[in-house]
């Protein structure tokens, strides 16, 4: 359940940049989210040279990821483990394939 702070018309009168946050005669109602306080530490630990590196490593299995489901791996086209297991491989396999190529090819 979501919070509501009302700020009143007295505190928004009072403050320099009402213009800019309010039009409303009321004041300002604010929304905050239950789960605010545990938002705010994730994107402070978000900033961290910690989690930066972390998420480099993170984004290179993402982009793996995203070719190999380009390349065949997004649904099983067998049924039966054996056939799916080969079609992944075959997958990896085109994955791999493809950036062999490209890295003899910046090699020159």
């Known amino acids: 359940m979501r919070k509501r702070a009302v700020v009143s018309?007295?505190?928004?009168a009072e403050c320099p940049s009402r213009g800019e946050c309010t039009g409303a005669a009321a004041g300002r109602t604010i929304t905050?989210?239950?789960?605010e306080?545990?938002?705010a530490a994730?994107?402070?630990r978000q900033a961290t040279p910690e989690f930066r590196?972390?998420?480099a490593k993170r984004?290179?299995?993402e982009r793996i990821i995203s070719h190999l489901t380009r390349h065949g791996a997004?649904?099983?086209r067998f049924i039966g483990i054996f056939k799916v297991w080969r079609q992944e491989v075959?997958?990896?396999l085109n994955h791999n394939i493809k950036a062999f190529v490209r890295l003899a090819a910046a090699a020159g």
Do not use: M, N, S, V
Request: aromatic share 16%.
């Open 9 to 12: 018309f007295a505190t928004c």
């Open 32 to 35: 905050i989210h239950p789960y």
């Open 37 to 39: 306080p545990e938002i």
């Open 53 to 55: 590196e972390f998420y």
């Open 42 to 44: 994730e994107r402070k």
């Open 59 to 61: 984004a290179d299995g």
């Open 74 to 76: 997004r649904q099983a």
């Open 90 to 92: 075959l997958a990896a």
